[in-house]
């Protein structure tokens, strides 16, 4: 079993800082996700990475594939309060099954 | 394109008791997969189901269940409800089978007293 570790499990942040969630693995995962769930509703994939070393921007946000394949980091510059909430990583193994992390809780104060 | 369509969206059962969730993917959309979520285990893989076939499971026991339809219309089936059973029921639906891009649906949380 492919076990995905997310650090941190909570963060609370001022509007304006940045910050950084990690998603560590032993294992070589083919691609992986990123995904944000807020309150009440299901995860929204953001982004996914394929390649290693990829970094993918979005806006404020920055994805990174490790160059091994079994770690990926999302760093958020200048938070804001519509930030809030679950990120979650999901690694994809050879057969393409997701594995997913056990997230992070961003909370984002205004 | 409308979403992945989830009901009921909450749910309160009773132990021993048993419940059925249903999932519509989006039109064209022919693989549906549930997950469980909760607080201390996160998202736990059930089952995904291809054109009314189970094609991967997950490690949970034979109290959970599902089906597919023709129309990819999907149900989850719980017997035997235990107290942990309570949690967040996620369905995700795919164009094609095995991970890829998951669109989920808002879930059907379940409470069991």
């Known amino acids: 079993t492919q076990l995905l570790e997310q650090s941190p499990q909570f963060l609370s942040i001022q509007e304006g800082e940045n910050l950084t969630v990690y998603c560590n693995s032993s294992?070589?995962?083919?691609?992986l996700q990123w995904y944000r769930q807020e309150p009440g509703e299901g995860p929204v994939l953001l982004v996914t990475v394929v390649t290693g070393g990829e970094v993918k921007k979005l806006k404020r946000l920055t994805f990174q594939f490790g160059d091994a394949r079994k770690d990926s980091s999302l760093h958020i510059t200048a938070a804001q309060p519509g930030d809030t909430g679950l990120y979650l990583c999901?690694?994809?193994?050879?057969?393409?099954?997701?594995?997913f992390g056990g997230g992070t809780r961003l909370m984002v104060k205004p | 394109k409308a979403g992945v369509t989830q009901t009921p969206r909450y749910l309160i059962k009773t132990r021993g008791q048993q419940v059925t969730l249903s999932c519509s993917p989006i039109?064209?959309?022919?693989?549906v997969s549930w997950y469980q979520q909760t607080p201390g285990q996160g998202l736990q893989f059930l089952f995904e189901y291809f054109s009314e076939t189970q094609r991967n499971k997950g490690n949970f026991p034979g109290r959970f269940s599902g089906r597919q339809f023709s129309n990819s219309r999907s149900e989850m089936n719980v017997s035997t409800l235990e107290l942990g059973d309570s949690a967040l029921y996620l369905c995700?639906?795919?164009?094609?089978?095995?991970?890829?891009?998951?669109?989920f649906g808002s879930g059907t949380q379940l409470s069991v007293l």
């Open positions: 294992s070589v995962f083919s691609s």
């Open positions: 999901a690694g994809a193994d050879a057969g393409n099954m997701l594995t």
């Open positions: 995700a639906s795919n164009p094609r089978t095995g991970g890829g891009k998951l669109f």
């Open positions: 039109s064209g959309h022919r693989s």
